[in-house]
């Protein structure tokens, strides 16, 4: 049950938005259990100067062709997990959209299944609350 927020570059074109768009997907799919129906996203394709990003940081060369990726799951996927995720997500993108490995950047955030609601006000995943 993830929440997939993508921000591009104003550089890349509809079609490699849709690219990268379904590399994540796919990745999600492939390596962190999630359901092939299980989508939810937003992709912003922005303007170069409303994306900041560090060109060298950690020693990674980037281009002006930033891809960010934030991914928002429940907790409880093991590290090698959440590896195979980066490396998928960026073998992804790479093939399909054409997108340069360091140009990626993924940024997992954790949170309980209480902190979800998919519609009508309910926490459908959390367990009712017992009246007292």
Not at 39 to 64: H, I, N, P
Request: aromatic residues 8%.
């Amino acid at each position: 049950m993830p929440f997939v927020q993508i921000f591009v570059s104003g550089r890349f074109d509809e079609a490699r938005v849709g690219a990268i768009s379904e590399g994540v997907q796919r990745a999600l799919v492939a390596t962190v259990d999630v359901p092939p129906d299980d989508r939810f996203e937003v992709v912003c394709r922005s303007e170069d100067a409303r994306l900041v990003w560090d060109r060298r940081f950690l020693g990674v060369e980037r281009s002006d062709e930033a891809v960010f990726v934030h991914v928002t799951l429940s907790a409880g996927r093991d590290d090698e997990k959440k590896r195979a995720l980066y490396r998928t997500i960026v073998e992804n993108l790479s093939s399909t959209a054409h997108v340069r490995p360091a140009d990626v950047l993924i940024v997992l955030s954790e949170t309980t299944r209480v902190n979800w609601s998919f519609g009508n006000g309910e926490a459908q995943y959390a367990p009712a609350a017992v009246p007292a």
